[in-house]
């Protein structure tokens, strides 16, 4: 009986301790933009390194939907995210996240169009044309489409993923304009043999870590400057080849994303 009791009693710590550190384990996640297997290439060197090097543990969750990242989102159940610069400044107004580091590279949307197309010069010009650009709430097609105020006036949203599809339907015709990155245009068709773009908005900030209100200060400290470190770039080499071709992360402040969540908030996906 003592023996049966004293095992109870070990199974009842093991148990208590292995809950306790679930609990207590810090959730990293990003939007739903990669496989899951892609996922954890990306994403899961990160959370390992910042548990080695802040002597906290931060568990890599995998996104299947922008519903459900959004609803997790909103329940506050993420603790240190990696994402756009309107969902950056959604979580810094609505639910006391602070900023830690960020894509140096401003970023800046185009909406482009063939370069042979002379009706198509101004944006007011792709009222009932299909323009293709990512699903809501893609910060690109937000953007595009808060142009237009009417919603009887507005383009035809054409749903493509990926900016390199965008440019090609763009390129093919299939699209009459699309809304991408500058920088991935000026990739793209480098010297506008193709396209031209009709119109270049003012930069934004890029992409950015953001930690939530659950993790101390000196712990977002840990994580900042883990991150900045040579090592840190080195656990974040595949972020950086998807995101920034390989250029390293820099520190962020939140005031660099006042207002942006302006967009996101007016986005039916985002409100459900």
């Not at 003592?2 to 148990?15: H, T």
């Not at 959004?70 to 603790?79: A, C, F, T, V």
């Not at 390199?164 to 699309?178: E, I, M, R, T, W």
């Not at 991408?180 to 068709?189: E, T, V, Y």
Request: glycine share 6%.
């Amino acid at each position: 009986m003592a023996n049966k009791s004293s095992i109870r009693i070990i199974v009842s710590i093991l148990f208590l301790f292995i809950s306790q550190t679930a609990l207590s384990a810090y959730t990293f996640t990003a939007p739903p933009r990669e496989t899951t297997e892609k996922g954890y290439q990306v994403y899961d060197p990160i959370a390992k390194f910042l548990t080695e090097s802040t002597g906290h543990e931060f568990v890599y969750k995998q996104q299947n939907s922008w519903s459900g990242y959004i609803k997790g989102m909103r329940s506050e159940k993420y603790d240190l995210v990696f994402d756009g610069p309107h969902f950056v400044d959604w979580r810094i107004h609505e639910i006391n996240h602070h900023t830690l580091l960020k894509i140096p590279h401003l970023l800046q949307w185009r909406i482009i169009t063939r370069k042979n197309n002379t009706s198509i010069n101004k944006i007011e010009d792709l009222v009932g044309k299909k323009t293709c650009a990512p699903g809501s709430p893609n910060f690109g097609m937000l953007n595009l489409f808060s142009h237009f105020k009417d919603s009887t006036k507005q383009p035809i949203h054409v749903e493509v993923k990926g900016w390199n599809n965008v440019y090609s339907s763009v390129k093919n015709g299939d699209c009459v304009a699309g809304v991408l990155p500058k920088k991935n245009h000026q990739i793209f068709d480098k010297d506008g043999v193709h396209t031209k773009h009709i119109h270049t908005h003012l930069p934004y900030p890029n992409q950015a870590f953001t930690a939530s209100k659950k993790i101390p200060e000196s712990v977002r400290e840990k994580i900042r400057s883990a991150l900045l470190s040579k090592e840190g770039h080195q656990a974040m080499k595949n972020l950086r080849k998807r995101y920034t071709g390989g250029t390293k992360l820099v520190s962020a402040d939140d005031e660099e994303y006042d207002s942006i969540h302006s967009l996101l908030i007016q986005a039916k996906s985002f409100n459900k």
